[in-house]
């Protein structure tokens, strides 16, 4: 499942708050601006002891996919985890939102500036520096009831980042088989959060069971000047409004406040909780995606074949097409073949009698 936003729309909070609440503690960096730089793929494999995976990104210096990457353990910089050491965990994590200053050559190199589309570039600093993430990709195997069912959880950095890092849009996030996209409930769809949706994650294949939309920081919305009726009035134009843009049914979008969630999990406010409707989401990952799990690969499969009928359909066609126009050419050399070789050998003759003349002509001499 991957989950994907805009940046500071509190990707790493709602992580925070589903699957690291027990650390009474804030796991992921999760602070106000951007936090998660690099894409973050969380899952458990039993084989592995619990441990951060990190790929430098000079890698993408080189040819070779990640997943090639992926092959190659001793080029990753790792960590191991102690799970019973929140703030152990804490520190390791925090690896995720590290950063380095290269020149703009180098960050040319790396994918980070293009000449072509200067609006989209990072800011330069007063030594004419770009900051880019350290990191190209990380990897986190830990123990979690979710986890151990075999969900994978991608967490992706912002709009620039799924821009720069060409395997988020090429390989990852289509190989997932849900997404997560996260929303601001304060601000609703933006500009940038349409973009997204449209470019990276609507396909005409996919089931409504595979995309979840979560309306993040309902809390904003919580105004001591308003009555329960007219915030859940509210909350409700919110998630209609969001339906109707983002074109899928209004079940499918959730409004929660994953910072109050945490809060209410850390401080065991169970009022709060229930307000927060973390609960919701954690039953429409655990019992919706998760129980949903056969259909929504079931649906991947076919997609999946249908999509390979219709490519090689269209290899055959184009093919069955040249073969069609070589044939007909063929045909229409046919006639003319014969027309050519009786002119061919009319002029044959004639050469024949010329040259016969002209050898009478040789001996007279």
């Known amino acids: 499942v991957a989950f994907v936003a805009e940046f500071s729309r509190g990707k790493s909070e709602m992580i925070n708050a589903v699957f690291f609440a027990g650390y009474g503690r804030r796991i992921m960096p999760a602070s106000a601006g951007r936090t998660t730089m690099c894409p973050t793929e969380m899952g458990y494999d039993a084989d592995v002891p619990p441990c951060l995976r990190l790929l430098p990104i000079e890698t993408r210096l080189e040819p070779q996919a990640l997943m ?18 929140p703030q152990q965990l804490a520190t390791a994590l925090e690896k995720v939102a590290e950063t380095r200053k290269v020149t703009q050559e ?20 007063a030594q004419g520096l770009v900051e880019v993430p350290r990191w190209r990709h990380a990897l986190i195997n830990i123990a979690h009831p979710l986890l151990k069912q075999g969900l994978v959880i991608l967490d992706t950095p912002g709009l620039n980042a799924i ?6 849009t090429v390989s990852l996030i289509p190989q997932a088989h849900a997404v997560v996209f996260i929303l601001g409930a304060d601000t609703g ?6 973009s997204i949706w449209r470019e990276h994650l609507v396909t005409e294949s996919d089931s409504s069971d595979a995309r979840l939309v979560v309306l993040n920081k309902m809390d904003t919305l919580w105004d001591e000047l308003s009555t329960p009726a007219q915030i859940k009035d509210q909350i409700e134009r919110q998630k209609q409004t969001t339906a109707d843009i983002l074109g899928i049914p209004h079940d499918r979008i959730i409004a929660v406040s994953a910072q109050k969630g945490l809060v209410a999990k850390v401080t065991d406010d169970p009022e709060l909780l229930e307000r927060s409707c973390l609960p919701v989401l954690e039953e429409a990952l655990g019992r919706g995606m998760m129980g949903k799990r056969q259909k929504i690969l079931a649906d991947a499969m076919v997609s999946g074949i249908s999509e390979l ?26 006639g003319k073949n014969s027309a050519v070789i009786k002119h061919m050998r009319s002029r044959i003759s004639n050469e024949q009698t010329e040259f016969d003349l002209g050898g009478a002509k040789i001996h007279a001499v």
């Open 106 to 125: 180098e960050a040319r190199a790396l994918g980070f500036w293009h000449s072509q589309s200067p609006e989209d570039n990072p800011v330069l600093d």
């Open 189 to 194: 769809v933006t500009k940038s959060d349409l």
């Open 309 to 334: 009928r219709t490519e090689t359909s269209r290899v055959i066609n184009i093919r069955k097409r040249d073969l069609t126009e070589q044939m007909m050419e063929l045909k229409g050399l046919q």
């Open 163 to 168: 821009g720069a890092e060409p395997e988020l």
């Open 68 to 85: 090639e990457w992926r092959m190659a353990p001793e080029k990753w910089t790792r960590i191991d985890l102690d799970v019973k050491n």
